[in-house]
Structure formats: structure tokens, C-alpha cells
């Protein structure tokens, strides 16, 4: 049985944010619209913030239920981890009869919109509460000048790895490997800045979610 009586509830009043992309599965909204989720997941809430189109802004969605059964969601701020540069996620295992409950709510018009709603759906087929350990991670960067300038800063500054398969200065977001920045971007402060060939840059990142493109 899993763990449901203390989840967190902290998505009250959000919504879904709708995603096309290629390889999408159907189902229907509770206005009788088609609802489109990436190919692998059967449920995507997002808080309809449209700057993040901007790649300026990169964060995650609210609650991913993903086909093969894990339900994935953003740490409550309470209880999440202060002072990191990479938000905090967590992720529950889900029966496959969980997963049906949600097809099912979701084809009917009925899509929980947070976890809470989530939690009343499916019930004791969730599983107990783990870190989401994702094999990719997304990012953006912003250069701030030349690293000379910053010699005295206060800011942690960290080196960007030489062997990493994106430069800072290559404009846009991108999704590199575990392999690569994993370990720089997990144990980077919130206020961490980054040298690469020469130049300082902020980097805004999150963890690869399934069914969220960089």
C-alpha cells in the first residue's frame, strides 16, 4: 500500500497547460476539447505562466503521471530544500491500475489538477515519496562580462566543465547529460555563477521532467 495521508497540496487553483509536440496521445478536456500530452504521458499540469515560453525563465511543471507509472511534482516550498540552484522534485510510483484511474479521469474531463485531486483518483495505488533522479538536465545562460571583472565577487563561482558538449556562450536552452552537469548542478548554490572561456554567466536550470521540452 502506498503513503497518501500526508502528500502535499500545495497546486490548489492551477491548470493545465496544453502541449503539442510530436508523437501526442489524446484525451478530452472537461469542455469537450481534445487534450494533447506528449508521447509517454498521461497527465500534465502547468501553471499557464507563458513567459517561460521565453526560455528566460526556466521552471517545472506542477505534476507529471507519466504511462509507465511515476507521478512527478514540484517539493512543496516548505519542505523543499533552501539556497539551490536546482529546484527540488519529487516522485511517487504509481500502479498500473493507478494509471488507469487517471486515463480515465482525464478522458472523461475530469483531470485531477493537482496532487491533491491526484491522490483522490488514484488512492493507495500511489507509492511512497522519493527524490526524482533525472538522467538530464535543462538549462539556460546568460552572460553577465568578462571574468576579470568579477575576481572579488561574493557569488560562488564554479568552472564550467571542459568536456561538456554545450559552451555558456551558445545562445538558447539546452538539455545536457547526468554525466555531464549533473553533479555542478546539483551541489550549485542559488546564487552561483559560472566561468566558461573567458566570461561569467548565470545559468538557470532545472531537472529533464518527461513531456517537458527544453
Known amino acids: 500500500m502506498g503513503t497518501t495521508a500526508n502528500l502535499p497540496t500545495m497546486y490548489g487553483g492551477r491548470f493545465l497547460l496544453l502541449l503539442a509536440a510530436a508523437a501526442l496521445t489524446a484525451a478530452c478536456s472537461s469542455d469537450g476539447q481534445a487534450v494533447e500530452y506528449p508521447d509517454g504521458v498521461a497527465l500534465l499540469v502547468n501553471d499557464g505562466d507563458e513567459s517561460r515560453a521565453s526560455n528566460t525563465l526556466l521552471a517545472p511543471a506542477l505534476l507529471v503521471v507519466t504511462d509507465d507509472g511515476r507521478v512527478i511534482y514540484s517539493a512543496p516550498a516548505g519542505q523543499a530544500r533552501a539556497g539551490l540552484l536546482l529546484a527540488d522534485v519529487w516522485e511517487q510510483s504509481l500502479t498500473t491500475a493507478g494509471v488507469a484511474l487517471v486515463d480515465e479521469a482525464v478522458a472523461r474531463g ?36 568578462p571574468a576579470q571583472a568579477f575576481s572579488e565577487s561574493e557569488n560562488p563561482v564554479i568552472d564550467w566543465p571542459q568536456n561538456a558538449s554545450r559552451r555558456l556562450r551558445d545562445e538558447g536552452c539546452f538539455s545536457l547529460p547526468d554525466v555531464e552537469v549533473g553533479e555542478l548542478f546539483e551541489t550549485a548554490a542559488a546564487d552561483s555563477v559560472f566561468v566558461d572561456d573567458g566570461f561569467v554567466y548565470v545559468v538557470n536550470a532545472r531537472l529533464a521532467w518527461p513531456g517537458l521540452s527544453c
Not at 538522467?135 to 539556460?140: F, S
Open 110 to 145: 475530469a483531470a485531477p489538477e493537482d496532487l491533491a485531486a491526484l491522490s483522490t483518483v488514484v488512492g493507495d495505488e500511489l507509492g511512497d515519496v522519493s527524490f526524482f533522479l533525472p538522467d538530464r538536465y535543462d538549462y539556460v545562460a546568460r552572460v553577465l562580462g
